[in-house]
């Protein structure tokens, strides 16, 4: 079953959790460890992190944690 697109879209982010017109869809935490970001994003289908270096656009995405 395929769900109807919205004339309107709306994706928001409040407090790390990602809200969209169909409801909260994922949970993101960031923690700066050193010179190094880790970023995890918990949603239904697991937990995946990434872990860049703020300001230089050098991240390494799509970990899968669990």
């Known amino acids: 079953m395929t769900k109807d697109k919205s004339p309107i879209n709306f994706d928001k982010t409040i407090a790390g959790f ?4 169909h409801g909260v869809k994922s949970y ?6 050193g010179p190094f970001q880790v970023t995890l994003n918990a949603r239904c ?22």
């Open 18 to 21: 990602n809200i969209t017109e």
């Open 28 to 33: 993101t935490k960031s923690i700066k460890l």
């Open 45 to 66: 289908s697991g937990v995946r992190g990434s872990i860049s270096i703020p300001g230089t656009g050098i991240s390494k995405r799509g970990i899968k944690l669990f």
